[in-house]
């Protein structure tokens, strides 16, 4: 079992920057990849970022460049740096963890809102 809690959301104008963090606690060192999604009113949850225990890191299209994934091992914390945000970043923000041994555990979500 892992528990994952989130914090960092919030309201920002565009151009605007926020950073969300997720601390887990139980079984952390069966965790592989930690990541965040994100789920927009109508639309299908999508991977945002990950990053795997070994450093690799995977990012979507529309936020390369603008968003950093990073994760403080020592604290059991994944970060997500999120800068030139633009109204088409609002969602709810899901930290997420993959397995060594498979299965996966979801955050609470956390609301990411820029305004235009």
């Known amino acids: 079992q892992v528990h994952l809690v989130e914090s960092g959301g919030g309201l920002v104008q565009a151009g605007g920057s926020l950073r969300l963090s997720c601390a887990a606690s139980?079984?952390?060192?069966?965790?592989?990849?930690m990541g965040w999604y994100r789920q927009a009113p109508g639309n299908e949850r999508e991977l945002v970022a990950a990053?795997?225990?070994?450093?690799?890191?995977n990012y979507a299209d529309s936020v390369k460049g603008r968003f950093t994934i990073s994760r403080d091992n020592a604290k059991n914390t994944v970060y997500l740096q999120m800068n030139s945000l633009k109204p088409e970043d609002t969602a709810v923000y899901y930290c997420?963890?993959?397995?060594?041994?498979?299965?996966?555990?979801w955050g609470q979500g956390t609301q990411v809102t820029v305004s235009s």
């Open positions: 990053k795997t225990s070994g450093g690799s890191t």
């Open positions: 139980g079984s952390i060192a069966l965790i592989n990849v």
């Open positions: 997420n963890t993959k397995m060594v041994r498979g299965g996966d555990y």
